[in-house]
């Protein structure tokens, strides 16, 4: 024979929910659900920032950006956890997603193998506030070193596109503001054509511009180096462009 109900549980009964009032319902709980994920989301900024900022200065590609920037980094960063012998980042690798690191806790060392002797070097090796992989998204190259965790900790990790948008945005905007034609801008519109540049990459001996043709873009140098040639001088270089110099301006103002 079943044990009798508790004096609480006697008088329970099943409740229905009406058609009319389940939509109210569900977003009452898509609301509650948004809620947490707001106060999650912010907390884990929260965290990516101090990281950021307690380290800004000992990080030469993020010393110089503005508290907005690294704002914005923050929001884009994400915490990664290691065991001890995990590999990070490998040598040689180019494969997408790539990250830029910075390290919570634990330890990591980097390490390289020279192709002639096959023998392991180490490089460096971080502990707290360390980073590394920041060269290889800033020149768009292979993972120069491998890096393992040597002692279980956790990293955080920015993506190729937010660190680029974020340090080199600040090198385009530098570049932007030298540029005649745009030094009268507010800062607000010379962000927005600051956001809307992107990469083009460029190998030796590639035309970039054809003389002639319509003009359509303005070109800012991040690397690399440039020559104007002009047809009736006999494609003599008339103009040499490097690093911040910009090209192409003059068909699109006179369209």
Not at 7 to 31: D, E, F, H, N
Not at 143 to 164: D, M, Q
Request: proline share 6%; hydrophobic share 40%; charged share 25%.
């Amino acid at each position: 024979e079943p044990p009798p109900l508790s004096p609480g549980r006697q008088s329970a009964r099943r409740t229905r929910v009406s058609p009319r009032r389940l939509p109210a319902m569900l977003t009452a709980v898509r609301r509650a659900h948004e809620n947490v994920s707001f106060w999650e989301r912010h907390a884990r900024e929260s965290v990516a920032l101090t990281c950021l900022l307690d380290n800004q200065d000992g990080i030469p590609a993020l010393a110089p950006l503005r508290p907005a920037i690294m704002h914005e980094l923050a929001s884009c960063m994400s915490r990664q956890s290691c065991a001890e012998g995990e590999v990070v980042v490998s040598q040689g690798d180019r494969a997408e997603p790539q990250y830029f690191y910075i390290v919570q806790s634990g330890a990591f060392q980097a390490s390289s193998v020279d192709g002639a002797s096959a023998e392991r070097k180490v490089l460096a090796t971080y502990g707290a506030g360390g980073y590394f992989g920041e060269l290889a998204l800033l020149r768009n190259t292979p993972r120069a070193a491998t890096v393992a965790c040597t002692a279980a900790g956790e990293v955080w990790r920015l993506g190729r596109a937010a660190f680029r948008r974020g340090v080199i945005g600040r090198s385009l905007r530098e570049a932007a503001e030298k540029i005649a034609f745009l030094r009268p801008l507010a800062p607000e519109v010379l962000d927005q054509i600051v956001d809307a540049m992107f990469e083009v990459p460029c190998k030796v001996g590639e035309v970039v511009i054809r003389q002639g043709d319509p003009g359509g873009n303005l070109y800012l140098v991040e690397d690399g180096a440039f020559e104007a040639s002009l047809r009736e001088l006999d494609d003599k270089v008339v103009m040499r462009y490097e690093h911040g110099a910009c090209f192409g301006e003059r068909a699109l103002l006179q369209n």
